[in-house]
Nanobody
Framework: QVQLVESGGGLVQAGESLRLSCAAS????????MAWHRQAPGKQREFVAA???????NYEDSVKGRFTISRDNTKNTVYLEMNSLRPEDTAVYYC?????????WGRGTQVTVSS
C-alpha cells in the first residue's frame, strides 16, 4: 500500500516562500514520476509540477520561474519550493505518485497566501 504524506503548508504573505514536502512509503517511489497538483476554493484541481525518475521537470505556466520541484530518492521524498507566492496560489496542494499504471494521491496540505 502506497502512502503519501504532505507537509509544509501554512499561511504566508504575498511575496514570501514555502517549501512543501511529500514523503512516500514503499519502494515504488524509485520507479515513479512524482507531481504536485492543487485545488483552489471553488475551482477544479489543476496540475502544478512534475518530476520524472531521471529528474526531468515540467511546470504549469503560472508557476514557472517561481516554483521548483525536486526529489530525494534516498528519502522517498519530493519537494516543492514555492517562491514569490501570490494570493492566487492559495489552494490545497496534493502530492501524486504515478507508477505502474496507477496514481496515488496524498491528503493534501493547505497553502494560504494573504495580500
Amino acid at each position: 500500500q502506497v502512502q503519501l504524506v504532505e507537509s509544509g503548508g501554512g499561511l504566508v504573505q504575498a511575496g514570501e516562500s514555502l517549501r512543501l514536502s511529500c514523503a512516500a512509503s514503499g519502494s515504488i517511489f524509485i520507479v515513479a514520476t512524482m507531481a504536485w497538483h492543487r485545488q483552489a476554493p471553488g475551482k477544479q484541481r489543476e496540475f502544478v509540477a512534475a518530476i520524472t525518475l531521471g529528474g526531468r521537470t515540467n511546470y504549469e505556466d503560472s508557476v514557472k520561474g517561481r516554483f521548483t520541484i525536486s526529489r530525494d530518492n534516498t528519502k522517498n521524498t519530493v519537494y516543492l519550493e514555492m517562491n514569490s507566492l501570490r494570493p492566487e496560489d492559495t489552494a490545497v496542494y496534493y502530492c501524486v505518485l504515478m507508477a505502474r499504471g496507477r496514481d496515488y494521491w496524498g491528503r493534501g496540505t493547505q497553502v494560504t497566501v494573504s495580500s
